[in-house]
């Protein structure tokens, strides 16, 4: 684990995977980036209400699996 490194898309909306923290296994797109402090604004989920959370870089993958609506 101390030699893994997520990759965080570099598109705009581009699917992420959440692999760290409480919502790890949870699917969504990045609304903004946050550079300076090694962050993004990720939405999760796309019915009901989706939540939008700060979440550092290390906690987020590029996701290229099936979506829900896939």
Do not use: F, M
């Amino acid at each position: 684990e101390a030699s893994l490194e997520t990759v965080v898309p570099r598109g705009s909306s581009d699917r992420v995977l959440v692999v760290l923290g409480e919502h790890a296994g949870k699917e969504g797109r990045i609304l903004e980036r946050e550079p300076e402090r090694g962050r993004a604004l990720v939405q999760l989920g796309r019915a009901g209400a989706p939540q939008v959370l700060p979440l550092p870089y290390d906690s987020i993958c590029h996701y290229l699996g099936g979506g829900e609506d896939d």
